[in-house]
């Protein structure tokens, strides 16, 4: 088992959650204020250890085989497992931005929301 904070289409109600395949919510939480937040072309979000933003997401306690044969081969090859600080200072496994695409022309900072679900709202009345 290993924590996973996710802050995309892995959480409740995100086309990625069935891969948890039934994995419980522990808890929502908040990344310490040390991130660089991505869409990456509306598709999903990205975070990134380069900045100074907090991120809204969700930790599950993941089996590792969930995390290799379900989560995994379903993220984006532009992102890669990482570790990311919470707010409270523990760590948590997570996907991240590779820094090979840091300059794609994809991506939109979205620090200042920090919370992919509001940034897909933004438009919405």
Known sequence: M???????????????HHQLQGTPLLCVARSAPKYRYFSVGDRFPAMHGSGTGSVLGEVYDLPLTVLRDHLLPAEPPELEIG???LADGSACLATVLRDSHLDSPDLVDITHIGDWQAWLDRDRP
């Not at 996973?4 to 086309?15: H, K, S, T, V």
């Open 83 to 85: 570790v990311v600080e």
């Open 2 to 16: 290993a924590l996973i904070f996710l802050n995309g289409g892995g959480m409740r109600g995100g086309p990625l």
